[in-house]
């Protein structure tokens, strides 16, 4: 049984609320005894109501498959199929009746933001003046329209999220190019923020598999956009954080997966050797698709893990001379007497750093990041108890309520007036090198790093070499497609002179990166539009949200009431 949503996160904010009042030093030793009660009290009560039940097996795709396309359901599947397109249809006309409505009666300089079922994925800023904007609601777009097993393709609305998702594909033996790492992330939103995973150094981001979006614009105007019908409008709307228009539905891209992975943790103790690692994998990323990895392949893999191909690679930089990269590949059957790793009880982060192979379901396998939001719990006391993880794991853990605990409870994430440093950059391969050694100046010896090798695809639009919503002069004179993202969660600004999201900034700038957005951003206008395409962005901004109740993109990103 599934602890319901609210009171998983009621008794998560107890939880961590008790706990630091456990740890101050004026407490006496009765209330330290009455709070120990009352968590053992919590503890008994939450195992035998919720978490007492057996986990179940994962679910054989090769049976579902048979099961799910029976001739004599394919009537009912179009039924069905349609019944969602006209529910769909009927949503989206409401909110397109919102928006022009609150178009027609807003006031010069209003904005609306939009208000959805799941919690926001943008690192918590609870200074942003977005947060006293009106709401235009979108609750209702979190269904999964259709998924076609023939194309490899499915179509949802905006708010599915992947946990959703992969919840339906999985069975079926397929899920997206690019599985978002937190449970909570939405479709809609991993477009307007750019999201990657372990697959990105073939696919791209989740965004590269999309073939067509549903929008509304700031006018209330219903348009669908793809590669050849409205190019550059379907180009613009990944990575403009909700500033262009409302994604409303999508079709995109699936792959074929197995019931499980297995990991092989490929250790270096050089960055040149561990770079060396990732190019041989990027090079051959093409060598075989997934539907050509057959069985005698993948035993060979498994045989050898020298083989200089991989389905999926990640990994985390632990020390500055302990480099692991996450080698993982698809397979039907688990060897005899193999264990499934559990994250909820020891976070992945650690379980990655000694091992040689693991072994996971796929599903865990996507969200292997997830329970403890990468680390970011590793920074408040107790939560990294292995004791109170295996007995409350289930229920706490989990990048939504860590979110929601941020987000409410500000001075968890912004420690003496500074936010913890939560950032993704992008740096291209041949100067990570450069980056690294910066890094190791700039902010000493704080690790894990997580890495993820993304490939930067090719475009066609208007003859922009890479994506049009970048400077064409950033991507200027790169020697490779191939991108690091490195990603910095938790470090602690507070006492530091430096403001080290303002020192990435330029650093990044400097070495033809990019910084994602999801976070905190200092840029002053120039340096920002060094980065994005000032003069695409404007054209289309005036073409679907004249009126900016959006926001603009700089602004939206850059508030500007900080220390």
């Known amino acids: 049984m599934k602890i319901p949503p609210k009171v998983s996160f009621a008794l998560s904010s107890v ?17 330290r005894i009455f709070i120990l009660l009352n968590l053992v009290l919590t503890i008994v009560i939450l195992y035998f109501k919720y978490l007492s039940e057996p986990k179940p097996e994962p679910i054989d795709i090769k049976e579902i498959d048979k099961i799910t396309y029976q001739p004599n359901q394919e009537k009912e599947k179009k039924e069905s199929t349609k019944k969602n397109y006209d529910l769909h249809n009927y949503k989206v006309k409401a909110i397109c009746e919102n928006v022009k409505e609150f178009s027609k009666n807003c006031k010069e300089g209003e904005h609306f933001i939009l208000r959805k079922s799941s919690v926001s994925h943008m690192a918590p800023q609870p200074d942003n003046p977005r947060h006293n904007d009106s709401h235009i609601d979108v609750r209702k777009l979190t269904t999964i ?16 999220t992947f946990d959703e998702l992969v919840r339906h594909t999985i069975p079926l033996g397929l899920a997206p190019r690019c599985v978002s790492e937190l449970k909570g992330i939405t479709i809609g939103g991993a477009v307007a923020g750019c999201s990657v995973e372990s697959m990105s150094f073939k696919y791209g981001g989740f965004h590269d598999s999309c073939l067509e979006y549903e929008i509304i614009t700031g006018k209330g105007e219903l348009i669908r956009c793809s590669p050849t019908t409205e190019p550059e409008l379907f180009n613009s709307v990944h990575g403009s954080f909700g500033t262009i228009a409302i994604i409303t539905l999508l079709k995109f891209q699936l792959v074929k997966v197995k019931p499980y992975v ?23 990323r093409n060598l075989y698709s997934n539907e050509e990895i ?7 893999k498994l045989k050898d893990t020298s083989l200089n191909w991989t389905e999926m690679m990640d990994g985390l930089i632990h020390q500055k001379d302990q480099f692991v990269l996450n080698s993982a590949n698809f397979v039907d059957k688990l060897p005899a007497n193999t264990k499934l790793s559990e994250f909820w009880v020891t976070p992945y982060y650690k379980t990655a750093k000694n091992k040689k192979c693991d072994y996971m379901t796929t599903y865990d396998y996507f969200f292997r990041y997830d329970s403890d939001c990468h680390w970011s719990l590793r920074n408040m006391p107790g939560l990294e108890n292995m004791v109170l993880r295996k007995l409350l794991g289930r229920a706490f853990l989990g990048s939504s309520n860590i979110l929601k605990m941020a987000g409410r409870l500000p001075f968890l994430v912004k420690k003496g007036g500074k936010p913890d440093v939560i950032v993704d950059v992008f ?7 450069t980056f690294f050694d910066w890094y190791l100046e700039t902010f000493g010896e704080y690790f894990p790093l997580w890495i993820v090798p993304y490939e930067m695809p090719q475009y066609q639009l208007q003859n922009y070499k890479h994506y049009p919503w970048l400077n064409p002069d950033l991507m200027k004179n790169l020697k490779s497609s191939l991108f690091i993202d490195i990603a910095i969660y938790g470090f602690e600004q507070k006492g530091k002179k430096l403001n080290y999201y303002h020192e990435l900034e330029k650093k990044v700038l400097e070495l033809k990166g990019m910084k994602t957005l999801i976070t905190h951003n200092f840029y002053d206008k120039d340096s920002f539009w060094q980065t994005f395409n000032k003069p695409l962005y404007r054209k289309i901004k005036q073409r679907s949200d004249p009126k900016n109740l959006l926001r603009e993109l700089y602004n939206k990103t850059n508030f500007k009431k900080k220390k």
């Open 15 to 31: 939880w961590i609320l008790l706990l630091s009042v456990l740890l101050r030093t004026d407490v006496s030793s009765v209330q």
């Open 145 to 160: 329209l259709e998924i076609d097993v023939d194309s490899m393709t499915c179509v949802a609305e905006s708010g599915v």
């Open 262 to 284: 297995k990991i092989d943790y490929l250790t270096s103790k050089t960055i040149d050797g561990y770079l060396e690692t990732i190019q041989k994998f990027y090079d051959n």
């Open 294 to 300: 057959d069985q005698k392949k993948q035993e060979e």
């Open 427 to 433: 740096i291209p391969i041949e100067n990570v090198k």
